[in-house]
């Protein structure tokens, strides 16, 4: 397809990003100092490694000749655009990014950002999540953004209290079972 026919927008940078919920309209994007130097190393290893390499390819793809029918350089070009793009996109998030020290809180029972809270629902069944940055979310690993509806019940109660949750299902009381954060360094 000729290339005054494919469409890039400036938008096409939201897609790297497609399965993250968005950041709240004027809020910060909250991230814990170990979030922030993944990010970091991302974008240090798409700058400094994978870039340099696949320009490398699509410069001897480009020397072979015809272009049109070159897998390499097309897939190569196609790799340069998706590198850029994240690249766009980490940049965008840590221009955002509000680095907070989750062991600030260290030893008090109230939940904030970054704490890891165990908690039972009505039916009893027990949770165990980390409140942690829309960049580091990881339900299977119990660790969920600090815009979700289960952190946004949670947030600001204390150890022993219990919240309401709405969900599509109904209301849902959560009793908060224990709360901790990681010990300062």
């Known amino acids: 397809m000729n290339k005054a026919f494919v469409k890039e927008s400036a938008d096409d940078d939201d897609d790297e990003g497609a399965g993250l919920p968005p950041i709240p309209a004027g809020a910060k994007n909250y991230i814990t100092p170990q979030g922030y130097q993944r990010i970091r190393e991302e974008l240090l290893q798409l700058i400094d490694i994978d870039r340099p390499e696949v320009v490398k390819i699509v410069h001897w793809a480009a020397s072979n000749g ?78 969920i953004s600090w815009v979700s509806p289960v952190a946004r019940a949670l947030t600001k109660a204390h150890e022993g209290e219990s919240v309401t949750l709405a969900t599509p299902a109904g209301i849902d009381e959560l009793e908060i079972l224990s709360v901790q954060y990681p010990a300062p360094a």
Do not use: C, W
Request: net charge positive.
């Open 66 to 143: 015809d272009r049109s029918e070159n897998g390499d350089y097309i897939y190569g070009k196609k790799r340069l655009r998706e590198i850029d793009r994240r690249i766009r996109f980490l940049t965008k998030r840590m221009d955002l990014a509000a680095i907070v020290d989750p062991t600030l809180h260290h030893g008090s029972d109230q939940i904030f950002f970054g704490a890891t809270v165990k908690y039972a629902n009505a039916a009893g069944q027990e949770h165990t999540v980390t409140i942690v940055g829309i960049d580091e979310l990881d339900p299977l690993k119990g660790k």
